[in-house]
């Protein structure tokens, strides 16, 4: 089974739509959770962080389950901008030190007009 | 401020050669980690320097080498390339070692030839 996994897509939605991703990983040991984005040819940039009572920030909500090793991501109203890839990042661990993060591959999601 | 800042942006080497990558973190970060991404997958974990020692070490062959300077900046290298290295080179600085706060840099896309 791979550390992070996501349904890689394309998800390709009208704008105004409403979307959602979803992740499981692989490490109950896990305790750091992430969504980045990720535009073509661009690094990645941290969208927000996975809290465990779920968390929003404007249009996009985040959700985790612990016990499934389940993260979510929703993004409402989706504008043309919100085009891009979507990575799910949990932390790693080497040695002791929680340092690294261990990426899916991403979902893309094309929002059209 | 400035970012994460890498060099070169691009590079072309040809198989056996050996390459240098460079990166400059965030004024005041201490913590420096390099990340490979293959085109269609999601960035891989390389290594992780704190404080000018190595605090991980992700599953790649002892061709890849790093280090941290006292100026915390980093170098990253490859010996004897081989075709399947030709990937994003990405950088990511954060204050500490835990990775809550990693900013990336926009890479150093390398292709090997």
């Known amino acids: 089974r791979k550390e992070v996994e996501q349904d890689p897509g394309p998800f390709n939605v009208p704008e105004g739509a409403t979307v959602a991703f979803n992740c499981t990983y692989s490490n109950s040991a896990s305790q750091s959770f992430f969504w980045y984005r990720q535009d073509c040819r661009k690094e990645p940039k941290l969208l927000m962080s996975v809290y465990s009572s779920g968390n929003e920030d404007g249009r996009f909500t985040a959700q985790l389950n612990r016990a499934s090793q389940y993260i979510s991501l929703l993004i409402r109203d989706s504008k043309l901008s919100d085009s891009a890839t979507y990575l799910c990042v949990v932390n790693g661990e080497y040695g002791g030190s929680q340092g690294n993060l261990i990426f899916g591959k991403g979902t893309k999601l094309s929002v059209k007009p | 401020d400035a970012g994460v800042t890498q060099s070169p942006t691009h590079l072309i080497k040809t198989r056996g050669q050996q390459v240098t990558l460079r990166c400059s973190p965030i004024?005041?970060?201490?913590?420096v980690s390099w990340y490979q991404q293959v085109l269609g997958q999601g960035p891989q974990f390389i290594f992780q320097?704190?404080?000018?020692?190595?605090?991980g070490r992700g599953n790649f062959p002892d061709r890849f080498s790093a280090r941290q300077f006292p100026n915390y900046s980093s170098e990253l290298n490859v010996n004897a390339l081989l075709l399947g290295d030709s990937a994003l080179y990405l950088c990511?600085?954060?204050?500490?070692?835990?990775?809550?706060?990693?900013?990336f840099g926009s890479g150093t896309r390398l292709t090997v030839v």
């Open positions: 990511a600085s954060s204050q500490g070692p835990r990775p809550g706060g990693y900013t």
């Open positions: 320097y704190y404080e000018k020692e190595e605090r």
């Open positions: 004024s005041g970060h201490k913590s």
